[in-house]
């Protein structure tokens, strides 16, 4: 008996989705769903913004966004938590109110639930390092830990998993510094 084989999920599928406090995401034509993010999802997203915030204040180099639409192809759109972008980058990857292109920095921030978290750290690892996102941070609430991913050869690898004590830099923002403990303060 042949396999049955199911027709790919596109882009302009998820504009038919109900508004009904789902996320809804397609990633290489396969359908992911999730409820809204929690309080605590919430905070360390505000957190993380925030910081950004102060260092752009200061360092005009682009902008941080929280969860963006970013439709790579007719079957990937997804909703990252926050981006990362230069106004250099800017012109290449907008177009239409959506990013249409890597930003240079895709943070996402675990939800509790073994289909979640596996959606983060393999399928969207996956597809951010194939359309080319420099960094990807992984914020793990639970274990207060931040889990940095460099572009590299074989794709975003992991370079660094920063907990408590320690401070997040990064090549792509020069003179940042983070504790990490802002990013986990309530």
């Known amino acids: 008996m042949a396999a049955r084989i199911e027709p790919l999920m596109t882009v302009e599928d998820l504009e038919a989705m109900p508004e009904d406090g789902n996320r809804y995401e ?9 409820r809204a993010p929690g ?16 260092y752009l204040d200061d360092h005009p180099i682009g ?3 929280a969860t963006p639409g970013l439709v790579f ?4 759109g997804v909703i990252p938590d926050l981006v990362f972008f230069t106004h250099a980058r800017g012109t290449e990857i907008i177009a239409n109110d959506r990013l ?3 930003p240079d920095i895709a943070i996402e921030i675990l939800s509790r639930g073994g289909e979640n978290i596996a959606r983060d750290r393999v399928a969207k ?14 914020v793990d609430g639970a274990n207060r830990a931040i889990e940095i991913h460099h572009l ?3 794709g975003l690898e992991l370079t660094a998993v920063l907990n408590v004590g320690d401070e997040i830099t990064s ?4 003179g940042f510094t983070c504790p990490v403990v802002n990013i986990f303060e309530q």
């Open 39 to 54: 309080l605590p999802h919430q905070l360390l997203s505000g957190n993380i913004y925030y910081n950004f915030r102060k």
């Open 100 to 102: 249409v292109a890597a």
């Open 171 to 174: 090549p792509l923002l020069p």
């Open 125 to 138: 690892r996956q597809l951010y390092a194939k359309h080319g996102v420099k960094e990807y941070w992984i």
């Open 152 to 154: 590299g050869a074989k």
């Open 26 to 34: 397609v990633i290489e034509g396969e359908l992911f769903v999730s």
């Open 63 to 65: 902008l941080i966004i």
């Open 73 to 76: 192809d007719q079957f990937s």
